[in-house]
């Protein structure tokens, strides 16, 4: 029999650079949640245009878009990808802030189709807001909660404890609850559902199960779990397509409600519905590439 207090203990070098990279973070953060919120922005988008050249992840995003678009120029390549790092750069900036923001305000955020999420979330009954990483991806959650519907999301915890803690902090302002990913986030969504409250997924992160879903072109293993809990609950679907603006400007749209399978086939309408889940987002990420999450290994190798 093991204790908690045999339990292997983290190398004090990891826990050392752990500690390093939570102070650090707590204090750019500070820093940035004493400017105006346009300059943060402004400078997490010309820091990460700075750094992401170099980093391996930028070979990442060439390779994905050299796939996904296989007809780029390389001026075309160069300038979405610096687009993407600055929209990286951006988000992180921003989120020193994001729980002031103000997402009634048309100054600063467009809302587009806000009935079909109040129509959901006065229906009493359970419903899912899907997107994906684009823009500021907070801001599904963010607009939701101000408007009395709070999301449960799963989501990736951080490697890093201690970061990993902030982001909970911060997400818990506007989020009912945050489930890992992984068998544990299945089973808290579940009892969400069951319990009539709506799931906020982003349903484009890599996988390593799941279907072998179409995405531009390509299979992408995909969480099956969306489109399994949507299909036993038949309840509402809502994709939510997030964009970036100029100026710091943000615009959410909630698309209607989408038509769920009813075939007779439990597998093939799984199948079915993360297909034209999948089929959304690459809709979305056609008319705005520079805003997508690249940098990621969305595909498994020779996919």
């Not at 319990?195 to 072109?217: S, T």
């Amino acid at each position: 029999m093991t204790s908690a207090n045999s339990a292997p203990k983290m190398p004090w070098r990891r826990r050392f650079l752990y500690h390093l990279q939570s102070v650090a973070l707590h204090g750019t953060l500070a820093l940035l949640r004493i400017l105006p919120f346009e300059i943060a922005s402004r400078i997490g988008g010309l820091v990460f245009r700075t750094v992401g050249p170099r980093l391996s992840a930028d070979r990442v995003a060439r390779r994905n878009l050299r796939a996904a678009f296989p007809d780029l120029t390389r001026a075309e390549e160069d300038r979405i990808v610096r687009e993407v790092w600055d929209n990286l750069g951006r988000g992180a900036a921003e989120y020193a802030q994001i729980t002031g923001l103000d997402t009634f305000d048309p100054n600063r955020i467009e809302i587009v189709g806000e009935d079909h999420l109040l129509t959901a979330r006065d229906s009493g009954a359970p419903f899912i807001v899907f997107s994906a990483h684009m823009g500021n991806w907070e801001m599904a959650s963010l607009a939701a909660a101000q408007r009395g519907c709070l999301l449960t999301n799963i989501y990736r915890p951080a490697s890093n404890p201690g970061i990993d803690r902030l982001i909970r902090r911060v997400r818990s302002e506007f989020c009912a609850e945050l489930l890992p990913k992984g068998r544990e986030g299945a089973r808290g969504a579940l009892r969400a559902m069951k319990e009539n409250r709506p799931l906020g997924l982003l349903i484009d992160q890599k996988f390593n199960e799941g279907l072998p879903i179409p995405f531009f072109g390509r299979p992408a293993y995909t969480a099956s779990a969306p489109a399994e809990l949507a299909l036993r609950f038949r309840c509402r679907v809502l994709p939510v397509r997030l964009e970036r603006l100029p100026d710091a400007r943000f615009r959410i749209t909630i698309e209607p409600p989408m038509e769920l399978p009813d075939s007779g086939d439990r597998n093939q309408d799984i199948e079915a519905l993360l297909t034209a889940m999948n089929a959304r987002v690459e809709e979305w990420v056609r008319a705005r590439p520079g805003q997508w999450f690249w940098v990621h290994r969305r595909w498994p190798k020779g996919g």
